[in-house]
């Protein structure tokens, strides 16, 4: 029960992601990810990782799923950069930050 309040109370995006399919499909987020990327955890379940990001950093993600990597703000993918894709499909592109958020 703690780790499951932890889970969704830390102020840092967790997407939990089964690996062992190829794409990658995502199994839980946390309220903070649900947030920062504007979906519910309703809508993300199911979905490949790679719904996330820009088409163009998708093969980037993908290899950095295979390996294991922990993709963050400070080291996306490769390509990647800060952008991202909203609910309706637009790339939303975040300014970095070292601030705890």
Request: charge should be positive.
């Given at each position: 029960?703690?780790?499951r309040h932890l889970f969704e109370h830390v102020?840092?995006?967790i997407l939990v992601a089964?690996?062992?399919?190829?794409?990658?499909?995502i199994l839980e987020?946390?309220?903070?990810a649900g947030l920062v990327y504007g979906y519910t955890?309703?809508?993300l379940v199911g979905k490949p990782a790679a719904h996330l990001v820009p088409d163009e950093s998708r093969a980037s993600l993908q290899s950095v799923l295979r390996?294991?990597?922990?993709?963050t703000a400070e080291r996306p993918p490769t390509g990647a950069g800060t952008a991202r894709r909203s609910p309706c499909g637009s790339l939303l592109r975040s300014i970095p930050s070292t601030a705890a958020t």
């Amino acid at each position: 029960m703690k780790l499951r309040h932890l889970f969704e109370h830390v102020p840092v995006c967790i997407l939990v992601a089964d690996l062992t399919v190829t794409p990658a499909v995502i199994l839980e987020i946390n309220r903070r990810a649900g947030l920062v990327y504007g979906y519910t955890a309703a809508e993300l379940v199911g979905k490949p990782a790679a719904h996330l990001v820009p088409d163009e950093s998708r093969a980037s993600l993908q290899s950095v799923l295979r390996r294991g990597e922990t993709a963050t703000a400070e080291r996306p993918p490769t390509g990647a950069g800060t952008a991202r894709r909203s609910p309706c499909g637009s790339l939303l592109r975040s300014i970095p930050s070292t601030a705890a958020t």
